[in-house]
């Protein structure tokens, strides 16, 4: 079955400064890659798709990598604000079912 | 606004005794999911529909069931809930047509549970 790994420990950044969260799985690679915010007792929302023949994807200060031979995405997020924190997931997409990673938590120090 | 509700926020059951979790959606999404996700881990997912098809995980427990009386609607029952069920359950929707559409899943915030 497929394996999806974030890095469990929290990444500390200081304000404005970029973070680069990791997401690395294992087996085959799928059509998609997704990566999703989650706040405390709240529900993940959708941040940015990749497709699997995309290489880089933007949206405003966020920037996702996908790279199929090292079976990684990389998530980005530049001049980052305290607003920023939060868990990062990462999911990856198999016909219409998600499989998430457990996320990255990412606290920006004002 | 578009939206994906829950009900209740916060569920408190005993050991053993059935409970129904609900989510509705406003979104007019062909597909809805469950998932199960406990502290630090990744959201899990328990079973989807696809219109009124529907899709279990192989690894789910019979101790959960789903219905989904239309659209809107869908449930969450959990027949003799356990204390190792404890958990938030998380309800999502989204759409169909293109891969991407159906790909981006809209969540609900959640029904955290817990057994006594």
């Known amino acids: 079955s497929q394996k999806i790994e974030q890095n469990s420990e929290a990444l500390n950044i200081q304000e404005g400064k970029t973070a680069t969260l990791t997401c690395n799985y294992t087996?085959?690679?799928?059509?998609?890659l997704q990566w999703y915010r989650q706040d405390p007792g709240r529900g993940p929302v959708f941040l940015l798709l990749?497709?699997?023949?995309?290489k880089e994807k933007r949206k405003e200060r966020l920037k996702v990598t996908f790279d199929t031979t090292l079976k990684q995405s990389l998530f980005h997020i530049t001049a980052s604000q305290p607003a920023d924190s939060a868990t990062y997931l990462c999911?990856?997409?198999?016909?219409?079912?998600?499989?998430f990673g457990s996320g990255t938590r990412l606290q920006v120090q004002p | 606004d578009a939206m994906v509700i829950q009900n209740p926020r916060y569920q408190v059951t005993q050991f053993g005794k059935p409970v129904t979790l609900s989510c509705s959606q406003t979104?007019?999404?062909?597909?809805m999911y469950w998932y199960q996700q406990k502290s630090s881990q990744a959201p899990k997912l328990l079973f989807h529909?696809?219109?009124?098809?529907?899709?279990n995980e192989a690894d789910t427990p019979d101790n959960f069931q789903s219905r989904r009386p239309n659209t809107s609607f869908c449930f969450l029952d959990i027949r003799s809930p356990g204390l190792g069920d404890a958990a938030m359950y998380l309800c999502?929707?989204?759409?169909?047509?293109?891969?991407?559409?159906?790909?981006?899943?809209?969540f609900g915030p959640g029904t955290r549970l817990t057994v006594l």
């Open positions: 979104l007019n999404h062909n597909v």
């Open positions: 529909y696809y219109d009124k098809d529907f899709n």
């Open positions: 990749i497709r699997e023949n995309e």
């Open positions: 999502a929707t989204s759409g169909s047509g293109t891969p991407e559409a159906y790909n981006e899943q809209f």
């Open positions: 087996n085959y690679s799928p059509a998609y």
């Open positions: 999911a990856l997409v198999y016909v219409r079912a998600l499989t």
